[in-house]
């Protein structure tokens, strides 16, 4: 795991460059232009600079991990497999490309309360529903934060819980962030 985790660190050191260099050039963004409103999702909810930047850090470094795991990981894996799951069942199951595009394309993802969509999922046996590790890129904005896991507010049906702690619970393994400052962390 060691090789294979330092290849997916250096997946979000690339991500980190290449998008910070295409939209500030030799540095980082500010945390007045991390916070600052961008746009509004579908449910008129505010997107930020750090999210803009996040999600299309988010395309390089997918892109990159999806190189790397095809070299280095024998078994199967998925990258961002959106499950539904059910804790006080446990029930858990996979949602389908063309479901969350669907429900996607609605504009308001609403529809998908009760859903996990990890970064990458490294399964055990070929299963896609149990992970042997379970891994999310985190990108702070501004770079000087801790990368850490988004805790589920209030109106969340995880309300109070944190993504890793989830992702364990449902899939099973370790749950692990990739970062570009931090390397892997739990």
């Keep these: 795991m060691g090789e294979l985790e330092e290849r997916l660190v250096e997946c979000a050191r690339l991500a980190e460059h290449q998008v910070n260099a295409r939209f500030f050039g030799d540095r980082p963004p500010t945390r007045q232009e991390c916070g600052e409103e961008v746009e509004q999702d579908g449910c008129v ?7 803009q930047l996040g999600l299309q850090k988010h395309v390089v ?3 990159c991990a999806r190189e790397v795991l095809e070299q ?5 894996f998925s990258i961002e497999q959106r499950y539904r799951f059910y804790p006080n069942a446990p029930f858990l199951e996979t949602v389908s490309p063309e479901e969350e595009a669907r429900l996607m394309a609605q504009g308001c993802t609403r529809e998908l ?3 996990l969509k ?5 399964h055990v046996d070929h299963d896609p529903l149990k992970a042997v590790l379970t891994l ?8 000087s934060n801790e990368p850490r896991w988004t805790p589920y507010g209030e109106h969340s049906a ?4 944190k993504q890793g702690d989830l992702y364990k619970e449902a899939l099973g393994g370790r749950a692990m962030i990739i970062s570009p ?3 892997v962390t739990p």
């Design 113 to 115: 309360w009760r859903t």
């Design 45 to 51: 909810k505010p997107i930020t600079r750090a999210m």
């Design 118 to 122: 990890p970064d990458l999922v490294l």
């Design 61 to 63: 470094a997918l892109q």
């Design 158 to 161: 995880y309300a109070g819980k």
């Design 181 to 183: 400052r931090l390397g």
């Design 136 to 143: 999310d890129f985190k990108f702070p904005c501004p770079a």
């Design 72 to 76: 280095q990981w024998p078994a199967s």
